[in-house]
């Protein structure tokens, strides 16, 4: 009976994590160029570390990071909400949204993104960005 549960519980776990992303919502207007520079805005008071983890995940996908918005092609702007949980930190991602700029073509926006969880999940700030920087991969690799 004992290894009957474990066997249900390590099945729901490998359902859930196939699903955890499913409130990450990326809409793309215009195609994006991985190999052109990207900045993302600062964010005062980054408590859960956003930037740096969407700057690292994108980084691990390919796509060229630059410290310089003079040299940026595309900048990302990021806002969100965060609530305390027991894992991740203590703090978790609540309400995220996000708009990717092509600074070079009159700050057209050429897409936005958004995520949200409520008191029952507990995603970390570091998966979630290592998820949008997948979908955005995955997008740009259309265009090419």
């Known amino acids: 009976m004992k290894k009957l549960i474990i066997i249900i ?3 729901s776990s490998f359902t859930i994590n196939a699903q955890d992303y499913k409130k ?3 809409t793309v207007k215009t195609s994006i160029n991985k190999e052109k520079a990207i900045y993302i805005e600062p964010i005062d008071n980054d408590r859960l570390l956003i930037v740096d983890y969407l700057k690292n995940s994108l980084g ?3 796509f060229k990071i630059t410290t310089d918005k003079t040299e940026a092609t595309y900048i990302i702007t990021i806002s969100y909400t965060h609530r305390n949980d027991t894992g991740c930190g203590g703090r978790v991602i609540k309400q995220l949204n996000g708009q990717i700029i092509d600074a070079k073509n009159n700050a057209e926006i050429v897409a936005s993104f958004s995520f949200s969880q409520g ?3 507990g995603k970390c700030a570091s ?3 290592s998820a949008l920087a997948k979908k955005l991969n995955e997008e740009a690799s259309k265009s090419q």
Do not use: V
Request: proline share 7%; charged share 15%.
């Open 127 to 129: 998966d979630i960005m």
């Open 9 to 11: 519980l390590l099945l």
């Open 60 to 62: 691990a996908n390919g």
């Open 24 to 26: 990450l919502i990326l």
């Open 119 to 121: 008191p029952l999940e």
